[in-house]
C-alpha cells in the first residue's frame, strides 16, 4: 500500500511540474506605487498575465523611489537584482553610468522579437531616457510633469472667478491673498521643491538649471541655479510664506495629500496626482499649466518629465528577457496607454496613445487634464530639454535642506541656493571623478 501511495505521489509531483502555470517565465517587477497607482500597476500585471499563457509578471512595492533604486543596487551586487526596475527620472544618469548592470531596452525587444521604434514615443519624453549615440536605454513608463492643482470651490467663495486659474506668479500672490483673506490657512502649497521650483521652474523659462545644457553635456556640468531670476523666484517664496500665503508641507510629494484633503487651495506638483485628486477630492477642481514671469523673455517655454521609467537589468535568461519584451510590447500598447493616462494623470508615451485620447473626447469632457500633454510636445532647446545629472537623487536632498532654512528665516535666498550650489556641486565632481567622464 505504501508502495502505491509513493508511486501516486510522484505522479502527483510529476503533474504538477508539467502544469502551464509552472511551465509560466516568471518576470520579477520592482516598483515604487503606492496607493491608487499601486492598484493601478497591480491591475497592469493582472492583464498583462491574462492576456498570455508564456510569462506571468510579478510586481513588487520596494517604497520610495528612492527607497526601491536603492535596494535594486544592493540586490544586484548580491546577485539577485529584480528583472525590471522602475527608476525615477532624476536615477537616470546614474543607471547610465552603471555599467554592466543595465541592458538597453531596444537590445531586449530585439532579443524578444518584439519591434521597437523609439519615435512612436512623444519625442520630449524619449529623448530623456536616450543615450548620447542614440539608443534608447529604458522605457518610458509613468512619466509625468508639473502642472498647478486648484480648489474651484475656494476660489468662488474667495469672489474669483472657478474657471480661471492664475498664469503668472504675480497672479498666484494676488490669488493667494484673496484665499487668505477669505479664511483660507493654507492658500498655496507645494510638492518636489526642486522638480517644480527649480528645475521644471527653470525650463519653463527657458534658463539653465546647470551648465553643459543641464549635464547633456556631460559630467563636467556644474549647478546654475542661483541666476537674478532663481534669486528673485525665491525671494517671493520666502515674501508668501511670511505673509502666510505660501505654506510649506514637507519634502518630496508630502503636500500632495494637502490638495485633494481641501486643506491647501493651489498646489504645485505632478499631474500623477490625477489619480488621487479624482478619487478623494469632494470639490471643484481645475488643472492648469505652470505659473511664469511674464517679463522673462521667452517664457514661458516647456516643462520636463518627472515619473519614473523601465530599466532592465543584466545577467537574466534569454526566456526572461523574451517575457520583458512581451510585456513592454503590451505596456506600449495605444489602448493601454491611454487607458492608464486617463486613469493616473501620468503622459501617454506614444503620439499614437495621445490622439487615441483626443479622439475619444477624454479631455473636452475633463477639461485641464491635456495640460501635461500640451506643456511636453512643444519643441525643447538645450536648455529646456530636461536635467541629466550624477548624484541628482543627493542634490535634491541638498536643495530641500538648504531651501528650507529659507522657510525658518535662518538663510536668504541667495544664501540658501548658493549653499546648495556648492554642496551640490561637490556630489557633481564626485560622480565625475567615479565615471572618468
Not at 508615451?349 to 469632457?365: H, P, R
Not at 500633454?373 to 536643495?399: C, E, H
Request: with cysteine; hydrophobic share 40%; proline share 5%.
Amino acid at each position: 500500500m505504501s508502495r502505491v501511495r509513493i508511486s501516486l505521489a510522484v505522479a502527483a509531483a510529476t503533474l504538477f511540474t508539467l502544469s502551464p502555470a509552472q511551465a509560466q517565465t516568471q518576470v520579477q517587477w520592482w516598483h515604487a506605487m503606492s496607493g491608487p497607482l499601486g492598484e493601478w500597476v497591480n491591475d497592469l500585471a493582472k492583464e498583462y498575465n491574462a492576456s498570455q499563457k508564456d510569462y506571468v509578471v510579478i510586481p513588487t512595492f520596494k517604497g520610495t523611489y528612492g527607497e526601491t533604486l536603492t535596494a535594486a543596487m544592493a540586490a544586484f551586487r548580491a546577485g539577485n537584482a529584480p528583472d525590471i526596475l522602475q527608476v525615477y527620472e532624476v536615477g537616470t544618469a546614474t543607471m547610465m553610468a552603471a555599467k554592466g548592470a543595465i541592458k538597453p531596452v531596444g537590445e531586449v525587444m530585439t532579443m524578444g522579437g518584439a519591434k521597437f521604434d523609439a519615435k512612436v514615443y512623444i519625442p520630449a519624453v524619449a529623448g530623456y531616457y536616450t543615450a548620447p549615440n542614440g539608443q534608447m536605454l529604458s522605457l518610458p513608463f509613468n512619466s509625468s510633469t508639473t502642472v498647478f492643482w486648484y480648489n474651484k470651490d475656494a476660489f468662488k467663495a474667495a469672489g474669483m472667478d472657478p474657471n480661471k486659474a492664475p498664469q503668472t506668479w504675480p497672479e498666484v500672490v494676488a490669488a493667494a491673498a484673496k484665499l487668505k483673506a477669505s479664511g483660507h490657512k493654507c492658500p498655496f502649497t507645494t510638492s518636489w521643491i526642486s522638480w517644480t521650483q527649480l528645475e521644471s521652474f527653470s525650463t519653463w523659462h527657458n534658463v539653465l538649471f546647470a551648465s553643459l545644457n543641464n549635464g547633456f553635456g556631460g559630467t563636467k556640468a556644474r549647478l546654475a541655479f542661483d541666476s537674478p531670476l532663481h534669486i528673485r523666484h525665491f525671494e517671493n517664496l520666502a515674501n508668501m510664506a511670511k505673509q502666510g500665503l505660501f505654506v510649506y508641507k514637507g519634502r518630496d510629494n508630502k503636500a500632495d495629500v494637502t490638495f485633494p484633503s481641501g486643506e491647501c487651495a493651489m498646489i504645485t506638483g505632478t499631474s500623477g496626482l490625477y489619480s488621487r485628486v479624482s478619487k478623494e477630492a469632494k470639490f471643484a477642481y481645475g488643472t492648469s499649466t505652470l505659473p511664469y514671469y511674464p517679463d522673462v523673455p521667452g517664457a514661458p517655454q516647456n516643462t520636463i518629465i518627472g515619473g519614473a521609467s523601465l530599466w532592465v537589468m543584466a545577467g537574466k535568461k534569454p526566456d526572461t528577457y523574451k517575457g520583458v519584451a512581451s510585456f513592454f510590447k503590451f505596456l506600449s500598447r495605444p489602448e493601454v496607454q491611454s487607458a492608464s493616462h486617463k486613469r493616473t494623470g501620468y503622459l501617454p508615451i506614444t503620439t499614437a496613445a495621445y490622439e487615441l485620447t483626443d479622439k475619444s473626447g477624454f479631455y473636452k469632457e475633463h477639461p485641464g487634464t491635456d495640460v501635461a500633454v500640451t506643456q511636453m510636445i512643444r519643441k525643447t532647446t538645450d536648455k529646456s530639454r530636461g536635467i541629466r545629472l550624477g548624484n541628482f537623487n543627493q542634490i535634491r536632498t541638498i536643495v530641500d535642506e538648504e531651501t528650507e532654512q529659507i522657510w525658518t528665516g535662518k538663510k536668504s535666498a541667495k544664501e540658501a541656493l548658493q549653499a546648495a550650489i556648492k554642496r551640490g556641486n561637490e556630489q557633481l565632481v564626485r560622480f565625475q571623478r567615479a565615471n572618468k567622464g
